[in-house]
């Protein structure tokens, strides 16, 4: 307990002469903490310091409380040791120097933590905004230097194209579309892909899925990109989270054949226009002497006096370096593919300029245009020829489109079986020669789409979204299994004479938006309907099987190579 305690009050800047004293009762009985009131006789004042004498050797406040009309005041009080008073003058006001510096630090943290938030906000705002200047800039060179590489493909593809790819071409002027043929089978899915909810945020993976891409980006520079491969099979990992190449079969396509042999020019005798693709033109001529050229198990009409009809591909004069590797890299894909219902190629003339490479010609041009010009033979046409339909159109019996499916399963069980990937299966994309013989065609333009390119310009390729799977669309797989998906739309286009577009009902949105439902798999994602000619079993068994979602419940083209010529028996 302290002796006595003397207040002094200060209003203004001086303080009052006559203290409040006060002398509490003493009280030497209770050993205990007591409270002690002073009385201030309702003083007021702007300060108020106590002093405090000690009666013994120490003293001991844990708390002062003023009270005052209204409010309360606490401060907390330390131990003081007899004769050593705390050093307060007057004029001194302790309490409300503690209150000061604790405010002044708590409002100096807030501002720091404040400043601390906004730098971070600005850093952040400030990346976001550079990163898409980036990107912006980054993608104007890409597409500037693509633009300027592929300027020469891009006349030969419009023009190839021009029937069909005008009306998209008039709707969109993006620059990829300058480049790739844009017919309406061709789209660009990243754009639509990222309205589905799933992919709404990384839509740069789209297209080539981020573990494709990574595919595409890892490895050294001289690795062939997962796109690029000529040959791949992309092997998933048992969690599915990772792909790898197989290299089986690489070494197959590096090089050319040595038994590709060069054909003398100007033993080439030009006859007529045939078409123009991807590289340039190409003709109908007569080749003097190209029987000494084929292979022993080639039968090619004609004989060995008369010359023989050939397709001339050429690349353009004025093609650069890399249409010209691309067309080497077709010429290479082609010289080791041997098969019955797989373009042959005969033979090259790469000696000098213009590069030409010489294939059996194929008489009745693309199967999506000869299929076209056709009308199903059904049973009451049974008493007319084949060449007396209505409109003119020449009929063909259901038996016989589905010969022309066995062949193209036959050709893609033989592409399968070297892990060739084709990535562009469709009936425009085969070629009809006689007694309605078919041969897939078509290997340049399917890799030059979805070569680097397709990684490098982030998913803005053109692709045909309505014959693609699900996964090739979502997470750019390509696999057989994909190209048994593609065979299903591709034998749907046979079935229905190729008369309307696969789900020509829909938007290029809405089939993107599909394929988000096979995703989900919900029982909510749309196939293509049957075909009025197409049995129930072809249908059930066949077509919807090579949708299925689980690729590796899609059939192997050996299994529906048997089941084609099962129902044909
Ligand atoms: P491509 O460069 O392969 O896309 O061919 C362009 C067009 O030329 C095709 O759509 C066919 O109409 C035609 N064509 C290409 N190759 C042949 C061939 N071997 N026989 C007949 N026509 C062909």
């Known amino acids: 307990?302290?002796?006595?305690?003397?207040?002094?009050?200060r209003s203004g800047s001086d303080w009052e002469s006559d203290p409040v004293t006060f002398r509490p009762t003493v009280d030497r009985v209770s050993q205990s903490a007591r409270f002690v009131t002073v009385p201030l006789g309702d003083r007021t004042a702007s300060?108020?310091?106590?002093?405090?004498?000690?009666?013994?050797?120490?003293?001991?406040?844990?708390?002062?409380?003023?009270?005052?009309?209204?409010?309360?005041?606490?401060?907390?009080?330390t131990p003081r040791k007899h004769g050593h008073p705390t050093n307060t003058l007057p004029g001194d006001d302790p309490t409300h120097k503690v209150d000061d510096s604790n405010t002044r630090i708590l409002i100096g943290c807030?501002?720091?933590?404040?400043?601390?938030?906004?730098?971070?906000?600005?850093?952040?705002?400030?990346r976001q905004v550079w990163q898409k200047m980036l990107e912006k800039a980054s993608r104007r060179i890409l597409d500037d230097e693509l633009t300027a590489r592929l300027a020469v493909q891009?006349?030969?593809?419009?023009?190839?194209?021009?029937?069909?790819?005008?009306?998209?071409?008039?709707?969109?002027?993006?620059?990829?579309?300058?480049?790739?043929?844009?017919?309406?089978?061709?789209?660009?899915?990243?754009?639509?892909?990222?309205?589905?909810?799933?992919?709404?945020?990384?839509?740069?993976h789209l297209g080539p899925s981020t573990s494709c891409r990574a595919l595409a980006t890892s490895g050294?520079?001289?690795?062939?990109?997962?796109?690029?491969?000529?040959?791949?099979?992309?092997?998933?990992?048992?969690?599915?989270?990772?792909?790898?190449?197989?290299?089986?079969?690489?070494?197959?396509?590096?090089?050319?054949?040595?038994?590709?042999?060069?054909?003398?020019?100007?033993?080439?005798?030009?006859?007529?226009?045939?078409?123009?693709?991807?590289?340039?033109?190409?003709?109908?001529?007569?080749?003097?002497?190209?029987?000494?050229?084929?292979?022993?198990?080639?039968?090619?009409?004609?004989?060995?006096?008369?010359?023989?009809?050939?397709?001339v591909k050429t690349l353009r004069e004025d093609a650069n370096k890399n249409a010209r590797n691309d067309f080497l890299k077709e010429i290479r894909i082609m010289s080791r593919l041997r098969d019955p219902n797989i373009v042959r190629l005969l033979?090259?003339?790469?000696?000098?300029?213009?590069?030409?490479?010489?294939?059996?010609?194929?008489?009745?041009?693309?199967?999506?245009?000869?299929?076209?010009?056709l009308r199903l033979k059904e049973a009451a046409d049974e008493d007319k020829t084949e060449q007396e339909g209505k409109e003119g159109k020449s009929m063909v019996r259901y038996s016989k489109l589905i010969g022309m499916a066995v062949q193209i399963a036959s050709g893609m069980k033989y592409l399968s079986s070297?892990?060739?990937?084709?990535?562009?299966?469709?009936?425009r994309n085969c070629l009809v020669g006689?007694?309605?013989?078919?041969?897939?065609?078509?290997?340049?333009?399917?890799?030059?789409?979805?070569?680097?390119?397709?990684?490098?310009?982030?998913?803005?390729?053109?692709?045909?979204?309505?014959?693609?799977?699900?996964?090739?669309?979502?997470?750019?797989?390509?696999?057989?299994?994909?190209?048994?998906?593609?065979?299903?739309?591709?034998?749907?286009?046979?079935l229905t004479l190729c008369k309307e577009q696969p789900y020509s009902q829909l938007s290029d949105e809405q089939v993107i938006e599909n394929t988000g439902e096979f995703f989900r798999d919900q029982g909510k994602q749309v196939y293509l309907p049957k075909p009025p000619c197409c049995p129930d079993r072809v249908y059930n068994d066949l077509m919807l099987s090579c949708w299925r979602r689980n690729a590796k419940q899609r059939p192997s083209f050996q299994e529906i190579h048997t089941q084609l010529m099962d129902s044909l028996a």
């Open 47 to 77: 300060a108020i310091k106590c002093r405090f004498h000690f009666s013994d050797l120490w003293m001991l406040f844990s708390e002062v409380a003023f009270q005052s009309g209204s409010a309360v005041y606490n401060t907390s009080m």
């Open 434 to 494: 006689k007694n309605y013989t078919i041969k897939i065609a078509d290997f340049g333009m399917s890799r030059n789409l979805y070569r680097g390119d397709y990684y490098r310009i982030q998913g803005r390729a053109v692709l045909p979204i309505r014959w693609m799977s699900w996964e090739s669309i979502l997470l750019g797989k390509f696999t057989m299994a994909s190209d048994v998906w593609a065979f299903g739309v591709t034998l749907w286009e046979i």
């Open 418 to 427: 070297l892990n060739f990937v084709h990535r562009d299966l469709a009936t």
């Open 220 to 311: 050294s520079d001289s690795a062939p990109h997962y796109a690029e491969a000529d040959i791949i099979s992309l092997q998933e990992s048992s969690d599915g989270s990772t792909y790898s190449i197989t290299a089986v079969n690489m070494n197959l396509f590096a090089g050319t054949d040595s038994s590709m042999r060069e054909f003398p020019r100007q033993k080439l005798t030009f006859k007529e226009k045939l078409g123009e693709g991807q590289f340039g033109e190409v003709h109908l001529c007569e080749a003097e002497g190209m029987q000494d050229f084929l292979d022993e198990d080639l039968s090619i009409e004609g004989n060995n006096e008369s010359p023989l009809l050939v397709a």
């Open 347 to 373: 033979a090259v003339c790469v000696d000098t300029d213009p590069l030409c490479m010489i294939t059996e010609y194929m008489e009745n041009g693309d199967l999506n245009q000869f299929l076209c010009n």
């Open 1 to 9: 307990m302290f002796r006595q305690a003397s207040c002094y009050f």
């Open 110 to 126: 807030l501002v720091a933590i404040i400043a601390i938030l906004l730098a971070i906000i600005v850093i952040i705002l400030w």
């Open 154 to 204: 891009t006349q030969a593809f419009s023009s190839h194209h021009s029937s069909l790819s005008s009306e998209a071409s008039s709707t969109t002027n993006s620059t990829y579309e300058r480049i790739f043929p844009l017919c309406a089978d061709y789209q660009e899915p990243s754009r639509l892909i990222r309205k589905l909810p799933e992919f709404a945020q990384s839509t740069e």
